[in-house]
């Protein structure tokens, strides 16, 4: 099973009123496949000391979040990102998506430049 997430889009909050300035969606096909995405996220970026400051929703696997502080990362089953819909709730915010590659470089980067500032 491959660990890459699908429908991957990185929304700007910085003009919101909220407490992150990014969100990062993503969704997986399995409960198995979205524990895995989310622990690549932080097996990858423990080195860099981007260290996860709360995780919710291992449990059920079915919508894990990692909060980064101003990034936060919604890893969804299909079906739960429909029910949710955090795209359509916060579609004032400016939205890229991102094509991750197998190694998931480009999410990654997106992440690592934020942390920098």
Known sequence: MAKKAKDVVLLDLRKLPTISDYFILASGDSTTQIETIADNIEKELAPKNCRVW???G????????LDYGDIVVH???KETRD????????HDSP???L???????KAKRHVRRKLKK
């Open 83 to 90: 029910f949710y819909d955090l795209d359509k709730l916060w």
């Open 75 to 77: 890893v969804f089953h």
């Open 95 to 97: 939205r890229r998506n």
């Open 58 to 65: 291992a449990g059920e696997a079915r919508w894990i979040l």
């Open 54 to 56: 709360h995780r919710e």
């Open 99 to 105: 094509e991750v590659t197998p190694s998931g470089r």
